[in-house]
């Protein structure tokens, strides 16, 4: 069941709202148990096999964390938590491998060594990676001792409730629970307001703007894997089209499940915070998937580089130590970390070879961004300076890399990818549409004279679309406040503040006023309007 559907919108979601606040209204445990159950049927609406798959998953996991709790507070069964904490994780990565990661490990072999293992095609459960790291995290947490109490209903309601359940936010039981706890199950006016405008807004940006201009680049996509050699316009087209697609495919749903989670009284953590406007890639993961990156940075990143510097320092070698940091040290002790982190942020993303380069593009991203900044400490001083001068070329390079990097999230194989690269460095030339020469009239030699030539693939209406479509969303993208600066003042989401006086996000500040309720009610009309089509949210399949 999809968020923009018209049986989730009009059904699933008013009856569970009506449920749970006429449940809350005499038992606040009741409530709980109406959402859980509400959570499961949401769940198995599209497959219910797929809750004899989860159901014992989460069994396993309470009851290892359960254990994990009794032996942690004994300082002498430490050594015990902690074996058991690693069959824990064995389980939970076992559980994520054999049915997302089987097939690419069989096809692999196939590859390497010339067998031929038989590749099933296994259906997989909805969501399957998301709710893996969150248990993960969950029993690293319990471990830790940053859990003190919880209940079977607890964990299941922080593993199933159903807005972030498919696609994140991977969230923390220690953010979520005193939520839950201090939550009355009661209708509230104000979170009713903020919940109903985030959902409204994140309905639009999927079923209108990421809809709207998925079928010009799937054409393109298509085409490229047709064999048609992608001229320079299309092929920039191709790749920057992908970016704003799934730019405004995941903002709009990060949108609807802050939205959704409001409606009961529940802030979730921010996921998406305006990406393409970062000036480094440092500071695009620390606002594309918002919670990926801190999972991945607590969880992978930080005990590996920090068991390598432990390891380094114990062998008398220097570590990471600012400006005077030796090229040793960094390729050791940020680099391969960093790379080796990013490879499994492809992996997580998707099975297949391009998710793991496009994770090792970005690693290597980072990474010359770190180095960057280790040199430039050096260079320039003055670091108020060589931000204002430097926030220009930061963005375009920023902007770029991650459009380049895009094409290999989108492209179905290496070949497709490869037709796209060599389109947009204008090797496969710049052509317009063939429909468009006979309107230059004397123009026609000019135009090939420089080395413009037709394109019976595209007609001129074609074109104009995909180009109007591209600059429109792209404006949106970069010229606006997004929607969590405009609902600042109402914290739409764990950690939003409101912004500084005088932000570009003050002037469309967000007000339960008769203005914004008729611009939620247009958003919602047009976007109800336009979810009949075929429709997906993209990171669903991740």
């Known amino acids: ?51 004899l798959l989860i159901a014992p998953s989460i069994l396993v996991n309470y009851l290892v964390a359960s254990a994990l709790q009794r032996l942690a507070a004994d300082e002498a069964r430490r050594r015990a938590a902690r074996w ?3 069959g824990g994780l064995a389980f939970n990565v076992a559980f994520l491998g054999y049915f997302k990661y089987r097939n690419f490990f069989l096809g692999t072999v196939n590859d390497v060594l010339g067998t031929h293992l038989l590749l099933t095609q296994l259906i997989l459960p909805l969501g399957i990676s998301f709710i893996t790291f969150q248990k993960i995290a969950f029993l690293i947490d319990v471990h830790a001792g940053r859990v003190a109490r919880f209940s079977l209903r607890d964990y299941c309601l922080f593993v199933l409730f159903f807005p972030q359940l498919i696609a994140g936010p991977i969230v923390h039981f220690r953010e979520m629970m005193p939520q839950f706890q201090a939550t009355p199950c009661r209708f509230h006016a104000a979170d009713a307001a903020v919940g109903m405008t985030l959902l409204a807004f994140g309905l639009f940006k999927k079923a209108v703007l990421a809809d709207g201009i998925a079928p010009f680049v799937s054409t393109l996509y298509q085409q490229a894997a047709a064999g048609t050699r992608l001229s320079w316009l299309p092929a920039w087209l191709a790749a920057l089209g992908f970016t704003l697609q799934i730019y405004f495919d995941f903002s709009g749903y990060s949108e609807m499940a802050l939205g959704l989670a409001r409606l009961f009284g529940i802030r979730l ?7 393409l406007k970062a000036a480094s890639i440092i500071d695009y993961w620390l606002r594309w998937h918002m919670t990926l990156t801190r999972f991945l940075t607590a969880y992978i990143y930080n005990p590996l580089a920090l068991t390598l510097t432990r390891r380094r320092m114990a062998a008398g070698r220097a570590g990471l130590t600012g400006r005077s940091t030796t090229p040793a040290a960094f390729f050791s002790l940020l680099v391969f970390p960093t790379v080796l982190t990013m490879m499994v942020s492809g992996l ?12 090792l593009v970005h690693g290597v991203y980072l990474s010359i961004n770190h180095a960057w900044r280790l040199l430039a400490a050096r260079w320039w001083p003055d670091r108020e300076r060589y931000r204002r001068y430097m926030r220009g070329p930061g963005f375009v390079l920023t902007f770029l ?27 496969h030339g710049l052509t317009l549409p063939a429909s468009l020469f006979a309107h230059l009239g004397p123009l026609v030699g000019l135009v090939h004279r420089l ?29 606006g406040p997004n929607t969590l600066e405009m609902l600042a003042g109402h914290e739409p989401a764990l950690g939003i503040a409101l912004p500084p006086s005088g932000a570009a996000g003050r002037r ?21 309007a336009e979810i009949a089509g075929p429709s997906e949210f993209l990171y669903w399949q991740f």
């Open 401 to 427: 890399a991650v459009v380049v990097a895009m094409v290999l999230f989108r492209a179905p194989s290496l070949e497709v990818a490869g037709t796209v690269y060599a389109g947009m460095l204008g090797r």
């Open 508 to 528: 469309l500040l967000w007000q339960p006023s008769l203005g914004w309720a008729l611009c939620t009610a247009l958003a919602v009309a047009v976007a109800v």
């Open 84 to 86: 058991l904490l690693i």
């Open 348 to 359: 997580w993303h998707g099975a297949g070879y391009l998710f793991v380069l496009w994770g």
């Open 451 to 479: 080395g413009i030539g037709p394109d019976a693939l595209w007609n001129l209406s074609t074109l104009t679309q995909a180009l109007a479509w591209t600059l429109g969303l792209l404006g949106i993208a970069l010229l």
């Open 269 to 275: 953590p921010a996921n998406f915070y305006s990406p």
């Open 1 to 51: 069941m999809l968020f923009n559907s018209y049986e989730f919108l009009f059904l699933f979601l008013p009856l569970t709202l009506l449920g749970f606040y006429a449940v809350g209204a005499r038992s606040q445990r009741g409530a709980f148990n109406w959402l859980i159950a509400a959570s499961l049927f949401f769940y198995m609406w599209w497959r219910p096999f797929n809750v």
